[in-house]
C-alpha cells in the first residue's frame, strides 16, 4: 500500500478474473486530506489510479506498474466524509504477447459515478 492506512478492501471478489469488483472503505481522517483540502477534503486523483493498481496488484499477487492509460475520466469528486465508500468495477484482459493486463475501471457508489479508467499494467 503506497498510502499507509489510506483505505481497507472491505470486499474483493475475483472468482471471475475478468470481471473483478472490489469495496473499498477511504479513511477519511488520513493525513493526506490535510493539504487536500482542509475543510474540504478530496481524494486526489493519483490516489484513485492508484487505489486500482493495488486492487490489481491483490487479484494478481504480484507487484505491477502502469505501463500505459489511454483513457483517465473525472466524473465527480469523492470527498471521503461524504463517500467514504467506493466500488470498483474491473474488467480485466490478459493480452499474454505482450505480457499486458489490460483494465477497464468504473469507480462508483450506487448510480454516482467518480472516476473512469482504462490501461495496462505490467508485472515488474
Known amino acids: 500500500m503506497l498510502l499507509k492506512d489510506f483505505y481497507t478492501i472491505i470486499e474483493l471478489d475475483s472468482s471471475d478474473k475478468e470481471n473483478v469488483k472490489a469495496i473499498i472503505d477511504l479513511n477519511k481522517?488520513?493525513?493526506?486530506?490535510?493539504g487536500h483540502f482542509p475543510e474540504n477534503p478530496v481524494v486526489p486523483g493519483v490516489c484513485l489510479t492508484q487505489l486500482i493498481?493495488?486492487?490489481m496488484e491483490n487479484v494478481e499477487n504480484t507487484e505491477l506498474?502502469?505501463?500505459?492509460?489511454?483513457?483517465?475520466?473525472?466524473?465527480?469528486?469523492v470527498n471521503p466524509e461524504i463517500n467514504n465508500r467506493l466500488q470498483i468495477d474491473l474488467k480485466v484482459k490478459y493480452d499474454t504477447e505482450q505480457n499486458l493486463i489490460k483494465v477497464n475501471s468504473?469507480?462508483?457508489?450506487?448510480?454516482?459515478?467518480?472516476?473512469k479508467f482504462k490501461g495496462n499494467f505490467k508485472a515488474k
Do not use: S
Not at 506498474?65 to 469528486?77: E, P, Q, T, W
Open 65 to 77: 506498474r502502469l505501463v500505459y492509460a489511454d483513457n483517465i475520466k473525472f466524473m465527480a469528486i
Open 53 to 55: 493498481k493495488e486492487v
Open 106 to 115: 468504473v469507480t462508483h457508489f450506487n448510480d454516482q459515478v467518480f472516476y
Open 29 to 34: 481522517d488520513h493525513e493526506v486530506y490535510k
